[in-house]
């Protein structure tokens, strides 16, 4: 189910943005592509009508991602008919049409991951699937990539759109998640705005929401300008490409995988302490390579350190996000919580360049590193979450 959510995302992304270059288009019309990951940002508002709404087939979650996912693989079959030089504005339609139903799907395999897995499992689930997404967005856009050079863009969306098409078969074999229709929301009140006062009638809610926003706020941040940061010291876009995109993708995979393995052992609230601490650690590395300039060997220690805690960091804050989510209204409270967690890579990051001008590279990368604190204090100051997150087992 990651690698089916993770598989669309980029195929809209830099995939569609090389085949509309080599087709001619202008660049200002390549650079409007980045409004179609909009419905990313604003799934949260039609989230809860998953929640309600029941397909007379496969249950509540599997009818629902069954049909996202055919309406997906034939809008991708649709956008590899399509001819960008000839009909730019037809191609984006169809694009902002995978978008969506991309975030559709996601809703739904977050919503299906926090119900069908018991509360020990969240963090190996969550793991999981995360390894999964990031093979996806592998596949399509380093192998897209390949692929386009050999056999052409077309047939390359049209090979993911099969690849896609074979991950009906795992929804069709998943077993449903066990839901009264009891609890399911019966009125436009229960949909919209009861899983919003569930959640913020909680003791401590907005020092939740503050959590989720300032965890890894230190690490989006720096992650933004790390691009810019690399070229600074001089390294060329080939060293970037194989050390940072293809060298730095296993020490991910691998934190991501170990992540999880972590939480099952010491439980969710730990693991977000153990993570958020090498995280800072891992972002107070630039600092380091800052320093030593340009050196291949220490650009790959730095990279693997920090996607390996950004991997388990990763693992641990999306199995606490799951844990937060009343059953009731799964898919309209992880939405909502899931569009705040990314708002420190999306809106907060954008003023990084300013402040990297101001104070160099050196107090940028200090400042990430002392942005994850008030993330840590508040995990620190409410242990009582650990009830929440890690239940004890009978």
């Known amino acids: 189910m990651g690698l089916a959510s993770g598989l669309p995302l980029l195929l809209t992304g830099s995939v569609l943005q090389a085949w509309m270059t080599d087709a001619g288009v202008s660049l200002d019309a390549v650079g409007l592509l980045a409004l179609i990951g909009i419905p990313y940002t604003l799934k949260f508002l039609w989230a809860p009508l998953l929640d309600r709404f029941e397909l007379p087939f496969l249950g509540r979650r599997r009818g629902w991602l069954l049909l996202t996912q055919l309406l997906l693989t034939s809008l991708i079959v649709a956008l590899a008919l399509s001819d960008p030089g000839l009909a730019p504005l037809t191609v984006g339609v169809v694009a902002l049409g995978i978008s969506f139903f991309s975030a559709t799907q996601d809703i739904i395999i977050d919503a299906y991951r926090r119900e069908h897995l018991p509360e020990k499992e969240l963090g190996i689930g969550s793991s999981l699937y995360t390894y999964g997404y990031r093979t996806g967005m592998l596949f399509a856009s380093g192998g897209g990539l390949m692929l386009a050079d050999s056999i052409g863009f077309r047939a390359t969306y049209l090979t993911m759109a099969v690849l896609l098409g074979a991950c009906m078969l795992v929804t069709l074999m998943a077993p449903e998640p066990s839901a009264q ?44 300008l790390t691009t810019p940061f690399y070229k600074s010291l001089g390294f060329s876009n080939a060293e970037i490409g194989a050390t940072v995109k293809i060298f730095g993708f296993w020490p991910l995979l ?21 993570f958020g601490l090498l995280q800072m650690a891992s972002t107070a590395g630039f600092i380091w390579l800052n320093h030593v300039g340009h050196s291949i060997t220490v650009l790959a220690t730095v990279v693997s350190l ?64 002392l942005a994850a604190i008030p993330g840590l204090m508040i995990l620190w100051y409410f242990r009582q979450w650990r009830d929440i997150t890690d239940p004890p087992t009978r």
């Open 306 to 369: 920090e996607n390996a805690a950004a991997g388990m960091g990763t693992a641990a804050f999306l199995a606490f996000m799951a844990a937060l989510t009343d059953k009731r209204f799964t898919a309209g409270q992880y939405a909502l919580l899931s569009s705040i967690m990314g708002l420190p890579r999306v809106v907060i990051s954008a003023p990084g360049g300013i402040l990297s001008d101001a104070v160099g590279w050196d107090g940028f990368f200090l400042i990430c590193t």
């Open 181 to 224: 229709r009891s609890m399911h929301p019966q009125n436009w009140r229960d949909t919209f705005l009861d899983p919003i006062r569930n959640f913020l009638t909680r003791p401590g809610a907005l020092w939740l929401l503050l959590f989720i926003l300032l965890y890894k706020l230190g690490d989006s941040v720096a992650g933004n």
């Open 254 to 274: 691998g934190g991501i995988f170990l992540g999880g393995l972590v939480i099952l052992r010491i439980g969710i609230y730990r693991s977000l302490w153990w």
